[in-house]
């Protein structure tokens, strides 16, 4: 019998302030809480108020019903088309708009997007996620995108892509060749969108989303916390992403990097919001994992800078997902000796693949 089932059969107390109404989630609910796609604003600001170490202790017991408990999926990042990109978001090092010195590249070729992925597995990593710079990509790009899809798949790693706004039939076309996830995120609270974001709306987003759903894949669909947005903010990220029709298989929650040029770089730099507080981090992470407790909650963008404290905080409060490899698309992430030791000081394991574990929670 595995720990997990083990556990399961001693039981765990019902949890408080986790009301379960409707079960209108991805997959039937093992454990004692159920899957609800009703949050309100205001139950999931009364957990974001709750004593830290009640919604840490909570998000445990969630995370414990539901996910191995010393497992953490990884997951590598490429960018396959850098630079260039006509969106505006005032983050992303990325966008035409950012003077961040960023040379602008073509989409790379299939052969070397596959010998990168060769690479990704060698070191360990279960899944290949492939970015573009792009607001959607063109119809004269997806047969080359279809066959990173499929080589990438042959090697046995999950495939995930990000590529911006897709059309149902993109999104049918990926699908058909393989791809298994989808990374397209809201990024922020319907009402601190526009202040981030202009040349593509929030309903673009859901759009697409629904889309992606649509054709049969799994949704990876997140956000960023420290760009100068609310609490209220975040509780309204969170309830976006809770109240999908179907909540996302994974769920990423990126710290900002500042990167110099970018509009929100510079804005933050050398101001007190020029990073998100560790404590308030780690609450975003409880509530996402109380909220979606399917969800593989992914520590993303901002580890390279995060205290190995605070992650490990971010492994109690539910996170089991991380990207490996000493680069993100444009920026470094913290390397796999940093998280080799990491896992060592933690007892963390690297979940070999994500299937065998979901079988494991039902
Ligand atoms: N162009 C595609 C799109 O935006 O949909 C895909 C690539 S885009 C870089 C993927 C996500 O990375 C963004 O939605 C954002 O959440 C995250 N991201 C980009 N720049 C970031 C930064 N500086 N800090 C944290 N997250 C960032
Ligand atoms: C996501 O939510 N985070 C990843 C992935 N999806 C594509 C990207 C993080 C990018 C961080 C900034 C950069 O390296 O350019
Ligand atoms: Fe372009 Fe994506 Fe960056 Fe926005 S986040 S500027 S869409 S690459």
Redesign the pocket.
Known sequence: MTELLKEREAGFPAKAGIQSNIATGPRPAPGCTEIRCNWTRPEIASLFDRPFLDLVFDAQQVHRDHHPRKQVQLSTLLSIKTGG?P?D?G????SAFAETGLKAEKLMDVGAVLASAAEAKASGSGRFCM?????NPKDRDMDSLCEMVAGVKAMGLETCM????LTQAQADRLSAAGLDYY???L?TSPEHYGAIITTRTYQDRLDTLSHVRASGMAVCC???VGMGESREDRVGFLHALATLPTHPESV?I??????KG?VL?DMLADTPLARIDEIEFVRTVAVARILMPLAMVRL???RESMSEACQALCFLAGANSIFTGDRL?T?GNAGACADAALFAKLGLEAMTSEEPARVAAE
Request: charged share 10%.
């Open positions: 990109c969106e978001c983050y992303c090092s990325q970015g573009a710079a792009w607001r990000t590529l911006g706004m990374n397209h995120n990024d997140g956000g960023i990423p990126n710290a900002l990097v500042p990167v970018t770089g993303s963008a901002g698309l920026t």
